[in-house]
Each structure stands twice: as structure tokens, then as C-alpha cells.
């Protein structure tokens, strides 16, 4: 693992001149063109609706574009959504040694990478627990190893923490950031939430609705640490929110 020490030229993802359709439909995205940079953390905000979760998709490679390119580094991406979607029957450990063998581990390698990935998200102590003995948090950390058990270089997250109370969310935030900064991956984090963007990326990136197309974007140069009720996160987010209230007054989404 590496430190992040600078900002990487190279492209995570490349999208250009992205939209997207369904069937006769209006377009529900229009005109995207958008790059992460290799290690990057960009958050994709918009009001509900909006495509966010749409653009996800195509970057993941679930769904294709009608217009434009989608390029990925390393061909795939691990995705991580609001539900931890873990197979009920499997222990923790399991979980993430199903990912381990899809990506070729070899299977005596499989349960102590698993346990390590498992210790990364701190949950070494659940390693046997099935989803039903876990917290809505801890399932959502098992996703996280499970993400990163796919050695993706780019990691998708759609809402990941949406359905978590506050306190637990702040937590996951902070892991996140740390697993974030040693391991180096790129994020695409998609959130309404605008305290949660600015929490996190270093660059959040503001869609319209109907079509979605980038109406702005801000460089977050607030160091990290951050936490949430810091006076520099509050102080952008109120200045995003302003943007995001401005495009759902224009699409009448109150
Ligand atoms: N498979 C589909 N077929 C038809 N329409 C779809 C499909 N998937 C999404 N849409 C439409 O595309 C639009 C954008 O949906 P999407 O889920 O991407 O928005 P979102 O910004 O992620 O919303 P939210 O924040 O509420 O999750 C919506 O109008 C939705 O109804």
C-alpha cells in the first residue's frame, strides 16, 4: 500500500460527451464529459432523480451510453451500494472470499487475505458473523472489504451510507477517508447529501436535472482531517446547497 504524496495525472475515469436514454424517453443524461484522476475522490451531487445513480451505472459498465464514451482504468470497477447486499448464508469472511475467488485468489489464500480485508474495515472480530448478526454498519463494512477484495482500481459507491443513523455514518466517513489515503483507489461517490460531499471529496461535481448534465464542480482543499461540523465544510456546503436549491426551483422538484 502507498501513501497518497501527489495528485496523479494519470485517468481513472474518462468519460466524454456522455448521455444516456431509455427506450423513447427524454434524455435522462446529456452531454457528461468528465475526468477522476488515478486516486482521486470525486462525489457526484444532484437533487433526486437527477441521474446520478444512471451515470454510475454506465461508468460501471451495467449499462451502456447512447451518446458518447465511458473509459475505466483496469477495465472494472467494485461498486458498493445503499444496501450491503451480502449473501445471508455466508459468514463475513465468506463474503469476501467469494470476491477473492472471482477475481482468480488461489483458494489457500483466500481466508487470510479475507481476514486481513476484514481487519482493514476493523470488523476482525466478526470475521464468523452472518449479515443478520451484524449492525446496518458493520454490513456495510463487510461491503467495503468485499469491494476492495475486487482490487479495483476505481471504486463506485452509490449512497453507501444513506440508511445509517448520523454517528455511524461520521464513522464510515472517516474509514473511508483512511482506507482511501493508504490504498490510493479512485472514488465516485454518489450522495444528495451536500455536508456529506464536501466531507469527503476533493472535488464535488453538481448535476441539473432533467436532463443531468454538470452544471458546476468545486475543489474541496479542506485538509483532512475534516469532520462534518467543521466551520470550512459547513461554510462551502452552504454555498452548494444554494446551487442545488437554484436547479431544484428550476425543475419545479420541491
Ligand atoms: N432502467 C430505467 N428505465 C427507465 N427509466 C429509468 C431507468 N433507470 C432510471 N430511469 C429514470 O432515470 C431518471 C434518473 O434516475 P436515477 O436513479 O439515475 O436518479 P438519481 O439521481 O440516482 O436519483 P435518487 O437520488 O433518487 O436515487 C429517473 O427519472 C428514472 O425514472
Known amino acids: 500500500m502507498t501513501l497518497i504524496t501527489a495528485r496523479s495525472t494519470r485517468q481513472a475515469v474518462a468519460l466524454d460527451g456522455v448521455g444516456k436514454a431509455f427506450d423513447s424517453g427524454p434524455p435522462v443524461l446529456e452531454d457528461i464529459s468528465l475526468t477522476v484522476r488515478s486516486g482521486e475522490f470525486v462525489c457526484l451531487l444532484g437533487a433526486s432523480g437527477c441521474g446520478k445513480s444512471t451515470l454510475l451505472n454506465l461508468i460501471a459498465g451495467l449499462d451502456t451510453p447512447t451518446a458518447g464514451s465511458v473509459e475505466l482504468a483496469g477495465g472494472h470497477a467494485a461498486l458498493m451500494f445503499q444496501e450491503s447486499a451480502l449473501f445471508p448464508w455466508l459468514t463475513a469472511t465468506h463474503n469476501v472470499e467469494l470476491a477473492l475467488r472471482l477475481r482468480g485468489v488461489p483458494r489457500k489464500e483466500r481466508q487470510v487475505e479475507a481476514h486481513r480485508l476484514l481487519s482493514l474495515v476493523r470488523l476482525e472480530h466478526a470475521c464468523d458473523m452472518r449479515a443478520h448478526e451484524l449492525s446496518g454498519g458493520m454490513r456495510q463494512r463487510v461491503a467495503l472489504a468485499r469491494a476492495l477484495a475486487q482490487g479495483s482500481e476505481v471504486l463506485l ?64 482543499d479542506i485538509p483532512h482531517p475534516r469532520r462534518i461540523e467543521d466551520g470550512a465544510v459547513a461554510r462551502l456546503s452552504l454555498e452548494i446547497t444554494e446551487h442545488l436549491r437554484e436547479e431544484i426551483r428550476r425543475h419545479g422538484q420541491t
Do not use: C, K, Y
Open 157 to 220: 459507491m452509490d449512497e453507501p451510507f444513506a440508511a445509517l443513523d448520523a454517528i455511524t455514518r461520521d464513522v464510515l466517513h472517516e474509514e473511508l477517508i483512511r482506507l482511501w489515503q493508504h490504498a490510493g483507489f479512485s472514488t465516485v461517490f454518489v450522495t444528495h447529501n451536500v455536508r456529506e460531499a464536501v466531507r469527503l471529496a476533493e472535488r464535488v461535481v453538481l448535476l441539473t436535472s432533467l436532463p443531468g448534465r454538470i452544471a458546476r464542480e468545486w475543489t474541496v
